[in-house]
């Protein structure tokens, strides 16, 4: 469904500014953002760790911003299905250079502006996408696939960024992440 959307974008902006021959454009179905934007940490079972501003217990993504200049994020897309690549849309929000934002995982869109309209499958596992605007073409940025979640343990990237995920007993939401070895480590 994505590679429609992104084609059917290039059509049209092929045809605005009057380009006959699309050889000429190169898709590789990532966003020029991938190694600068990430999904650096999540939690699927938050029972009693980290509270949103309503009170609440909910699963949470922390996107990680590598870069050297604040992000807005505005028209890009979190997703809990592969299949559904633009199913919550981010609004105008800015992360900071090498800054971490959180967004509650709750299908509590209502509650404020960080509020998904999906929550995360702990039990069963599922993936976690982050893609590009429209007018990028709702290209991938970062994914994950997980499996089944822990209870009140997050899991991340260590360092921040890199490819190296672990768990951890202790969250670091909104910070860097920090080592805790006891839980083991697994790559992505």
């Known amino acids: 469904m994505c590679k429609i959307i992104r084609l059917f974008v290039i059509s049209i902006l092929l045809t605005i500014i009057g380009h006959k021959d699309s050889s000429a454009m190169t898709m590789t179905g990532e966003s020029s953002l991938k190694g600068i934007l990430f999904i650096n940490e999540f939690m699927a079972s938050n029972g ?25 994020l505005g028209g890009m897309y979190l997703t809990d299905n592969f299949k559904k690549c633009a199913k919550w849309k981010i609004p105008d929000t800015v992360i900071t250079a090498g800054g971490f934002l959180l967004f509650w995982a709750d299908n509590e869109e209502a509650e404020g502006p960080l509020h998904t309209n999906f929550r995360l499958s702990a039990n069963s596992g599922e993936n976690i996408g982050l893609y590009d605007t429209e007018a990028k073409g709702i290209l991938l940025i970062d994914s994950i696939n997980f499996n089944a979640q822990r209870r009140d343990t997050s899991y991340g990237r260590y360092p921040d960024g890199k490819k190296s995920w672990q768990f951890f007993s202790n969250p670091t939401n909104g910070k860097a992440n920090k080592a805790d070895y006891k839980k083991g480590s697994i790559k992505k």
């Open 48 to 72: 009693s760790i980290v509270v949103d501003e309503k009170g609440d217990y909910d699963d949470w993504i922390e996107l990680y911003n590598a870069g050297e200049t604040d992000m807005n």
